[in-house]
Structures are given as structure tokens and as C-alpha cells.
């Protein structure tokens, strides 16, 4: 870790190649730009070029003009471009980019893809700042693109220790609400379904729902997993289901999560709500809306959160002091055929 994150706390630069090429940097810059005025040798060249290769050297497309111009362009970091939760929050960073005369790269952080390729978005000044949703990449290398880029960073749907610029919705508050809902239904034993235990996002939805249930005097079986995805919902709930076959009701932490959590439920002989209840935090109607059954979900403010982000990265560019903005409300219940009161209590 410590040698790795050695490689990444500076830039490769023109110079650094200069030195190793043993040229003056002149020549550097025009043979990587293709200048039609360089006037080195074949050998040279071929040197320069493989010290560029060797060193991971990226010009900056930026510094080719005005050290002050911009690209007009936000760079946004999502875990999956397929997250239907994700939907909301993209269009309200479009919504808001465009009303600022900004355009958007989209990027998904998919296994195995280096996350470098999205530092170099700000590296070679392609983009005026960046955004990151994505809950797979790990905190140190967010702090450090946010330490070493050349320009501003902000996290998003997630908090990063260290990092003092990000916007958030009230997870916490919002998965409260989805226990003392279900606890108003009759549900005495609730299963809820977590993300990474070391993601803030998952750490602050189990602590709502932690205290929930003990202000609700009611009992819980918790399950977190790595991912948040519907296979993750599924393999949990499967936990859940056969562990503790007396729980009534089940909260998942994702849309995604609950997908999974009704797949098992029809497996394991769960009729959905007669014999178990499912809510999940996150709604797109598109798809929680079309389920068999559909699926109650708690709906929070996220393409506000998608607005307020870009504001925030912007002002950042322009100069702007770092700050931490949580979007208020524990968000909207969407009741729908998934829930209802527990067996005993009908």
C-alpha cells in the first residue's frame, strides 16, 4: 500500500522525462505533441518515447492553452452505469451542469478497470473537477486525487474520513423510518441487509436502523456484505431466511439489494407480504413500481443531492471554500404490495 500510493502522490511531468531522455524538455513537449519543428534524431526520439511509456508520463491537454481556461466539462465517477438508483442523481447533476453552461463525462468504476483512469481525467485537464459516487473505490485513493490532482474533487452519496468536501443525504434518518414503519405494521423481528462495513453510506444506514430498533423496542438480525448489488440482497436475505426463519420483515439498503431479497423470498416459500414484508432504501418507479410484487421503498432527495454536488464542485473550482453538505429529510415512504402487517397481527 505504502509504495503504491508513493507512485501516485505526484505527477509524472515533461520535465521528469527531459532528465531521464537526457534532452531538454523542448524537445520533450514537441515530440509528444507531434510538433513538425522538432528537429531531433530518429534515436532520439524513439528515446524520448519510450522514457514517456516508462514513466507513465500524460501530457496535460490543459496546460496547452491559457494556464486559466476551462473545459467546461465535470467529470462524474459512478459504481455502475446499470445502478437504476443512480438515475435520479444523474439527472440532477445534468439538470444542473447544463442551467451552468457545463457538460458531463460519465465513468463507471468497473472490477478491474484501474482507478487511475479517473485521476486522469483531472491530470491531464480534461475536465474542470470531478464528482464521485462510486462505493467501490477505496478512501485512500480518493484522498489522493483529492490531495494531488489538479483540481477539485467531491464524493458523493458518501463521506471519506479526511475529506472535508462532499454531499450526502440523510441515510441514517431515512433507514430509522423504514423500521419504525415496519414496526407499526406488528413486525417484532427484523432482518436488514448492509453494504461494506468500512463505507461510511453503509455505516451510517445500519446505525439508523440500529437505533430504530431499539427505540422501537423491537429485535433485528443484521447482515452486511460486500457489495450492494441484487446478488448481494439475495445471498443475504437467504441468510437471513434460513438463520432465523421467524423474522417477518426485511429492510435492504439498496434498491438493487431488494431486488434480491424478493427473488428469495419466492425460494425460500416466502409469500411477499403475507408471510414477510420487504422495504428498501432508494426508489426509481421505473422499476420498484413494476415488481411482482412492487416494492415499498423509502424515496430520499437524491437528484437534489445531484444539483447541490455540482454547485459545490464548482464553487470549488472558482476557488470556493471546502464544505460538507448533508441534504435534510428522512424521506418519503412509497408504500406499495411488498409490505404489510406482520402474520400475527392481521
Not at 409469500?271 to 422495504?279: R, T, Y
Request: with cysteine; aromatic share 4%; net charge neutral.
Amino acid at each position: 500500500m505504502t509504495a503504491r500510493r508513493a507512485r501516485r502522490t505526484r505527477r509524472v511531468t515533461l520535465r521528469d522525462v527531459a532528465a531521464a531522455a537526457r534532452v531538454d524538455p523542448s524537445a520533450v513537449s514537441r515530440v509528444v505533441n507531434n510538433d513538425p519543428r522538432v528537429s531531433v534524431s530518429e534515436a532520439t526520439r524513439q528515446r524520448i518515447l519510450e522514457k514517456v511509456a516508462q514513466l507513465g508520463y500524460r501530457p496535460n491537454v490543459g496546460a496547452r492553452g491559457l494556464r486559466t481556461s476551462k473545459t467546461w466539462t465535470i467529470g462524474f465517477v459512478l459504481p455502475s452505469l446499470g445502478n437504476p438508483m443512480y438515475e435520479p442523481i444523474v439527472r440532477g447533476v445534468e439538470t444542473e451542469a447544463h442551467e451552468r453552461g457545463y457538460g458531463i463525462v460519465l465513468g463507471s468504476q468497473i472490477e478491474g478497470r484501474s482507478p487511475g483512469t479517473f485521476a486522469s481525467l483531472l491530470q491531464e485537464g480534461r475536465v474542470d473537477g470531478l464528482l464521485v459516487a462510486s462505493s467501490s473505490l477505496h478512501d485512500d485513493f480518493i484522498r489522493d486525487i483529492i490531495e494531488h490532482g489538479p483540481g477539485p474533487v467531491v464524493p458523493v452519496n458518501r463521506r471519506v474520513e479526511g475529506v472535508k468536501s462532499c454531499v450526502v443525504v440523510n441515510d441514517e434518518a431515512a433507514s430509522a423510518k423504514a423500521v419504525h414503519y415496519l414496526a407499526g405494521l406488528g413486525h417484532e423481528l427484523i432482518g436488514g441487509i448492509f453494504g461494506p462495513s468500512e463505507i461510511d453510506t453503509a455505516i451510517r444506514r445500519k446505525k439508523g436502523f440500529l437505533e430504530a430498533v431499539a427505540e422501537a423496542s423491537v429485535s433485528s438480525v443484521g447482515v452486511d456484505r460486500p457489495g450492494w448489488t441484487a446478488e448481494h440482497g439475495y445471498t443475504a436475505a437467504r441468510q437471513i431466511l434460513r438463520d432465523a426463519p421467524e423474522v417477518t420483515a426485511i429492510y435492504a439498503s439498496t434498491l438493487l439489494m431488494g431486488l434480491g431479497v424478493l427473488r428469495a423470498a419466492a425460494e425460500e416459500g416466502r409469500a411477499v407480504p403475507s408471510s414477510l414484508s420487504v422495504i428498501c432504501l432508494h426508489d426509481n418507479p421505473a422499476v420498484s413500481a413494476y415488481l411482482v410484487p412492487p416494492l415499498t421503498t423509502v424515496r430520499l432527495p437524491t437528484e437534489e443531492m445531484g444539483r447541490r454536488a455540482v454547485q459545490l464542485l464548482i464553487e470549488r473550482a472558482e476557488g470556493g471554500p471546502e464544505r460538507a453538505i448533508m441534504i435534510e429529510g428522512d424521506g418519503e415512504i412509497l408504500e406499495r404490495a411488498s409490505s404489510g402487517p406482520a402474520p400475527t397481527s392481521r
